[in-house]
């Protein structure tokens, strides 16, 4: 069996496996502003998965108090906004989640503007609901929180990774998926600076749609390959086209978070940096994947040449039937 239908399994598994929103799967962040000295404003917003009667909550330090508390709408979710004042700061004091009846294991992600314009960003993993703030945030505490930022975008972001893995699958050998995957990774890598960047920018709902249009395009070609198609002859032309959508899409959720005023570089660096890792490890995964199973299909001696016709088509509608769902489904947000 080729590699092109072991990856065609692999699709139709991630679609099993995984909730057919794709990056609709947030996680559960909380955005801090220092306003003045020891008083900060702070907004927990939910996403659409988290249920009115598990709704999570904060538990600040001892010594801060909340003065107003609002609960409202927000765009993909609920927010609830908090204004407390802490005397000591929040600086080396620890911050707790907790839920109402489970723990729906969602990420945690906190953000803390400091008067100084010092902006630490930490992802906390499901299992993990309290946060150690660091009393004097330095480079590291930038860099380590962008990384995690980025890497946990990937994973979450079964849209990204079905469109890695229909590149995989066009590409065919090994020379071609390093020449796609990094003309991919260079297109991407240029939008995202430059939408983090505001040097250009562009409305998020018709990317998101245009996205699951990408990986459409690539369904129709992988189920029904032709051997003169645009990505069948020019894989790297299609990786790299695309790679400038994806780009931007990674920035939308880059500008959700926000970039910190004094270390600019290095947060839009780390957080690049943690998506071409995610990226990475998701393939080496995938190529694991095709080893353990041409080692198991070589020792079974099945006949492959119509199974591998029948898998190539259902490993194509693998990635189209949720990629259409996903187009029909951001036109809503227009």
Not at 57 to 65: E, N
């Amino acid at each position: 069996m080729s590699g092109r239908v072991l990856l065609g399994v692999l699709a139709t598994g991630l679609l099993i496996a995984a909730p057919a929103r794709a990056h609709d799967a947030r996680p559960l962040s909380v955005n801090i502003i220092e306003q003045s000295p020891g008083l900060y404003a702070a907004t927990m917003k939910m996403p659409p998965t988290v249920t009115a009667d598990n709704r999570p909550k904060v538990t600040w330090p001892a010594d801060c108090t909340v003065a107003n508390d609002k609960l409202g709408r927000a765009v993909g979710g609920t927010a609830e906004t908090q204004v407390l004042r802490c005397k000591t700061g929040l600086g080396g004091q620890q911050i707790t989640i907790s839920y109402g009846v489970y723990n729906p294991s969602l990420a945690t992600l906190f953000r803390l503007k400091q008067l100084s314009g010092k902006v630490v960003t930490r992802v906390l993993p499901p299992d993990q609901l309290v946060w150690n703030v660091p009393k004097r945030p330095g480079l590291w505490d930038v860099a380590t929180g962008y990384l995690r930022l980025g890497v946990g975008h990937i994973w979450s972001g079964i849209d990204h990774l079905l469109f890695v893995t229909g590149l995989l699958i066009l590409a065919g050998t090994v020379r071609r998926v390093l020449i796609t995957i990094t003309g991919f990774t260079i297109a991407h890598s240029i939008t995202l600076s430059l939408s983090a960047l505001n040097l250009v920018q562009v409305p998020v709902a018709p990317v998101e749609a245009a996205i699951a249009l990408s990986i459409l395009f690539l369904a129709r070609e992988i189920a029904r390959p032709h051997p003169n198609g645009i990505a069948e002859r020019y894989p790297i032309l299609v990786a790299s086209s695309f790679g400038l959508l994806h780009g931007f899409g990674f920035a939308a959720a880059l500008h959700e978070v926000g970039l910190p005023t004094n270390e600019l570089a290095v947060g839009l660096l780390c957080f690049n940096l943690g998506v071409e890792i995610g990226q990475i490890s998701f393939i080496a995964c995938v190529v694991m994947a095709l080893y353990l199973g041409r080692k198991a299909i070589m020792l079974t001696r099945m006949p492959t040449i119509r199974l591998s016709h029948r898998l190539g088509v259902i490993g194509g509608y693998g990635l189209g039937i949720p990629a259409a769902f996903w187009f029909f489904q951001r036109l809503g947000a227009f």
